[in-house]
């Protein structure tokens, strides 16, 4: 590759960063000693990366491995017991786990010595081997009870579920009712569930009239799409693709409907009541922010919010011009074609009407990049907008929970303020069964101020690897759909180039 | 604003007519011009060597109007009414870039620092633009009058070229002599006119009826092929949003994407400015070729106009003559008249047919090269965007790989060094890099030990892939192996073993693809 000596130059300086970084194939003595090693790999399992482990992609210097590894220093004594040992098949270099961007290259070159690579091999292979297609939009029913549902096909070869491959039926109000559920069960714990996507009452009005038109069908694909990454999100969370909710709703072909998720029904109207208190709360909860970890990840998180979103608002005013630009495109075909059929003279009219129909072609490539911009680029921003409103939501919940750790401690310092102040009463006969009220109530609360400090740690634990799982999960999706976007941009081109390479001799041909 | 354009560029711009400015006899330019507010200024500068100027060499300041009058003289006398007068260049129309300057003064708060550097970089490129455009139309509007047999003979042509004084007395009177509303009625008689009168002549019927359709297609298709081209501004403009929003993402961001994000940001930032010339190129090809070819057939429309009237004169003489027949009066007079209207019309269809068949050449031969020139064009920009994607989306796949397979390549040379008993560790390793490799080598604090691993260089080969070479000295053996980082793989495999005593690299599987 010719620039290849381009490469060297900007690398150097994460060279220098990366001397002490982990050891990538950690000492066989490691696994060779016991299971510690292939414990400490399990237990890190439910970290790690998600989909085709990309560890390729995973550029922190730190965890490069992390799961994998266990920093064992070259000059200890132990290894120079163990490699006075026989052969050891830990010589061999540990695989890390496959890479996908070259999934023709899939086949796995597995080093099958240490165990150790066996458990690397089932964070790699296994682990997120799971794919979850939604398609066939179908519409049930008439009228204003009609609905779409859709097919939800889940493949895995996770012995979790009985079966490698299946598919259920699904209409919308499902979809939220999971997420629905599980925001319940972990948000408040300080897991990021993903968001689902939103209600539209017009789109789905426009579908359940029965019209048949052009933005009807963009509407159920849009949704159809949004759902099949709502999905996809929702599975590669470690903690979440456990959840029973999850597997009843992948597996099960019958399903509770969820009602609470209409948007008039009481409980939608009880979750407004509710967001707005959280709002109000939000404004008079002052933290007294202990950890700075937390404090810049929340700016941080702030200020990716404010430029998301307005990246977003650019890329939706580039898919509307480049549509803009198909239909112009279309209506200049048109005259054209009208301007070659009136010109007399007959080369130039040919070559006109080849002109039009060059630009007619080119009109359809608009409309197709227009499409690309939208599903890829400006569908993965609105996604991550919607995330980044969840993450803040999660700090948010870590702030209550120390909200009601103080409050809770709070109490206990008035419960033992009364009771010392019981000490000095002069009604002995009142005093005793006081006493003993009062010291029950301490005993409670001073539990609660226990859980609520255990909350609060636990709390600020999980949202710490979140963040950081979070954080990469990002960084791996934006990588792989800006460069299925571009490769897009570069379908759109070269096609162009075909077409106005075949128009070349038309022209040249005018005599 | 003044600017001074140069040859090369009016080579280009000069491309809806051609055949213009060849004839050394009288050669005329617009070497530069000066804009004041609402008014350009022109300096018209001719050189020639007819002896019918007093010098051969000289420049004039011109205003637009000047060249309107100088247009409209030549429509109104008698002598060319059977040509096709080059129509007037169009008025210097900066309507549409001093808008958008103003929406972006107002916007500007909204906008990072450079984003609005560079909208304002795109707007005042595309003010020069038009007003290089509209140079261009003046020009050729001269050009055209000095290629013509006829036209560039004209007494007030001259005039225009040589009077180093204002023009603007010559215009009023000018005015007063013809009158604006005179010219108006003409031209809202056009259509009805022309078809009212019957034709004699197959050839003129022909025309007739080709241009009045010809028209109006094209000037349909002017008006889309300008709005195609504004479509491409917009998405131009719509990437420099993108760009910034990216940058400034990008300076935020500590993870790996802050390098993805950079070099998207610069893509997007050369994209615009692809976009931007295809955008102009399409403009100039395209429209421009549309927007004067319709303009040519409005002068060619007005030639048939002409004709027909004289048509229509000679007839209501032909009738005036009868009549004076019958009353017997007056008959060599209305005799007279009627040889006088048969000789203008003949010769107007005579000097209209030569001019016509003239102009559909010319038209086809512009046609023709402007459209071979835009596919060319379109061509050359859709391969550079290739060009630039390509190596967009190398840089951000090569980007994980190359950091993440050196460290790899770092964390396992460690462990080979580990393996084969040295008591180095990757400390005393340091790297050095030359144009296509990086070299481990001994750093200066090492001390070696008996056994030592004395270097190991990477070297990337023709398979893309890296290798590593190491030779080790140890247990008295001189041993080597080679490791080789395959490109796209993310794991190294050990390709070759080593020969020497006590080496442990024996036992390594060999890995074949």
């Not at chain 1, 519409?139 to 889940?154: E, F, H, L, Q, R």
Request: with cysteine; charged share 30%; aromatic share 8%.
């Amino acid at each position: 590759m010719s620039d290849r000596a381009r490469d060297p130059p900007p690398e150097r300086t994460d060279f220098e960063e990366l001397e002490d970084a982990d050891d990538l194939f950690p000492e066989p003595a490691a696994t060779e000693e016991s299971g510690p090693a292939s414990l400490t790999a399990e237990d890190i399992s439910t970290n790690s990366n998600g989909p085709k482990q990309d560890s390729q992609f995973d550029e922190d210097p730190e965890d490069l491995f992390a799961e994998a590894t266990e920093e064992v220093s070259l000059d200890s004594p132990e290894r120079d017991v163990l490699l006075s040992d026989g052969p050891s098949p830990a010589i061999t270099p540990i695989t890390p786990p496959t890479s996908v961007i070259t999934p023709c290259l899939g086949h796995d070159d597995m080093f099958t010595h240490s165990s150790f690579d066996e458990i690397e091999e089932e964070e790699g292979g296994d682990l997120f081997d799971m794919h979850i297609a939604v398609s066939d939009p179908e519409k049930v029913g008439d009228g204003m009870n009609a609905y779409m549902a859709y097919k939800v096909t889940t493949k895995t070869p996770m012995s979790m579920f009985k079966r490698g491959e299946f598919s259920v039926k699904r209409r919308f109000s499902d979809f939220l009712g999971l997420h629905s559920k599980l925001a319940s069960k972990y948000l408040h714990i300080g897991y990021i569930v993903p968001p689902a996507p939103e209600k539209s009452i017009v789109g789905m009005t426009k579908v359940k009239v029965g019209k048949e038109d052009q933005s009807s069908n963009e509407f159920v694909e849009k949704r159809r799409s949004a759902l099949e990454r709502y999905l996809m999100r929702t599975v590669k969370h470690p903690v979440l693709r456990k959840d029973p909710d999850v597997m009843q709703f992948l597996e099960s072909s019958d399903l509770p409907r969820a009602v609470n998720t209409q948007a008039l029904s009481s409980a939608g109207l009880l979750r407004m009541v509710n967001k707005a208190a959280d709002a109000v709360n939000k404004m008079t909860i002052k933290m007294n922010e202990s950890d700075a970890w937390f404090e810049e990840k929340q700016q941080h998180f702030e200020n990716l919010d404010v430029q998301l979103r307005k990246l977003h608002a650019s890329v939706e005013s580039l898919v509307c011009h480049r549509k803009e630009l198909s239909v112009n495109t279309a209506q200049f075909a048109k005259s054209a074609a009208m301007l070659g059929n009136s010109e007399d003279h007959t080369a130039l009219s040919r070559a006109l009407s080849q002109l039009a129909e060059v630009e007619e072609k080119i009109d359809q490539l608009h409309q197709d990049q227009a499409n690309a911009d939208f599903y890829l680029f400006s569908e993965l921003l609105g996604d991550y907008v919607r995330l980044i409103t969840a993450v803040k939501g999660v700090f948010d919940h870590r702030m209550k929970t120390w909200q009601k750790w103080q409050d809770s401690q709070m109490l206990l310092q008035k419960k033992r303020e009364a009771e010392a102040k019981l000490q000095f009463t002069n009604k002995p006969d009142k005093l005793q069964q006081a006493k003993d009220e009062i010291k029950e109530e301490i005993e409670e609360l001073d539990a609660k101020v226990q859980q609520g400090e255990r909350d609060f740690e636990q709390i600020s634990k999980t949202i710490r690897k979140e963040v950081s799982r979070f954080e990469k999960e990002r960084v791996k999706d934006f990588k792989t759909i800006i460069i299925k976007y571009l490769e897009s941009l570069v379908q759109t081109q070269q096609q162009m180039i075909k077409y106005w390479e075949a128009f070349l001799p038309e022209a040249r041909a005018i005599s | 604003m003044s600017s001074t354009l140069d040859e090369n560029s009016k080579e280009k711009m000069r491309s809806v007519s051609v055949d213009l400015n060849n004839d050394a006899s009288l050669l005329i330019d617009i070497p530069d011009a000066l804009c004041e507010r609402d008014k350009v200024k022109f300096t018209v500068h001719t050189k020639t060597t007819l002896s019918s100027f007093q010098k051969p060499e000289f420049s004039v300041p011109r205003q637009h109007e000047d060249f309107i009058w100088l247009h409209d003289t030549l429509v109104e006398t008698e002598d060319y009414a059977g040509l096709i007068i080059p129509p007037a260049p169009p008025k210097p129309d900066f309507e549409s870039p001093r808008e958008k300057m103003h929406k972006l003064g107002e916007g500007e708060a909204t906008m990072t620092k450079e984003e609005y550097t560079k909208m304002k970089q795109e707007l005042e490129a595309e003010y020069l633009a038009v007003f290089k455009k509209t140079v261009q139309v003046h020009e050729i509007f001269l050009q055209r009058l000095s290629s013509h047999p006829i036209l560039s003979k004209d007494r007030n042509f001259q005039i225009f070229l040589e009077y180093d004084q204002d023009l603007s007395v010559r215009r009023k009177n000018a005015k007063e002599m013809f009158g604006g509303f005179f010219k108006n009625m003409v031209k809202s008689a056009d259509e009805v006119l022309i078809s009212g009168v019957k034709e004699v002549d197959d050839f003129f019927e022909q025309e007739k009826t080709f241009l009045l359709d010809y028209f109006s297609k094209i000037k349909d298709s002017t008006a889309k092929a300008e709005k195609m081209t504004r479509a491409h501004k917009n998405i131009a403009d719509d990437y420099i949003h993108l760009s910034a929003t990216l940058n400034t993402i990008s300076a935020e961001d500590t993870t790996a994407n802050k390098k993805h994000l950079e070099k998207l940001s610069d893509l997007f930032e050369k994209l615009r400015k692809v976009e931007g010339r295809v955008a102009s190129d399409q403009e100039l090809k395209l429209t421009e070729l549309l927007r004067y070819y319709m303009r040519d057939i409005q002068a060619a429309k007005d030639l048939l106009y002409r004709r027909a009237r004289a048509l229509a004169d000679y007839e209501n003489s032909n009738k005036a003559l009868d009549k004076a027949r019958l009353k017997s009066k007056d008959i060599a007079q209305a005799e007279e008249h009627q040889q006088h209207c048969l000789q203008k019309f003949d010769k107007l269809s005579e000097s209209g047919k030569r001019e016509l068949t003239g102009f559909k050449g010319r038209r086809v031969v512009a046609f023709r090269k402007n459209l071979i020139e835009m596919a060319e064009l379109e061509i050359k920009h859709a391969k550079n965007n290739v060009a630039l994607l390509q190596g967009c989306i190398d840089l951000l796949k090569r980007v994980g790989y190359t950091f993440q397979t050196l460290h790899k390549t770092k964390c396992l040379v460690r462990r080979m060094s580990s393996c084969l008993q040295s008591p180095l560790s990757f400390d005393h390793l340091c790297l050095t890099e030359n144009s296509d490799s990086y070299v481990f080598g001994p750093s200066k604090r090492l001390q070696l030990p008996p056994r030592s691993l004395s270097g190991l260089s990477v070297h990337s080969s023709q398979s893309e892939a890296l290798s590593v070479r190491g030779s080790y000295v140890g247990h008295g053996a001189n041993t080597s192996g080679q490791l080789e980082v395959p490109r796209l793989h993310s794991r190294p495999r050990i390709l070759q073993r080593s020969e020497g005593e006590g080496d442990q690299w024996k036992k390594e599987a060999t890995l074949a693809e």
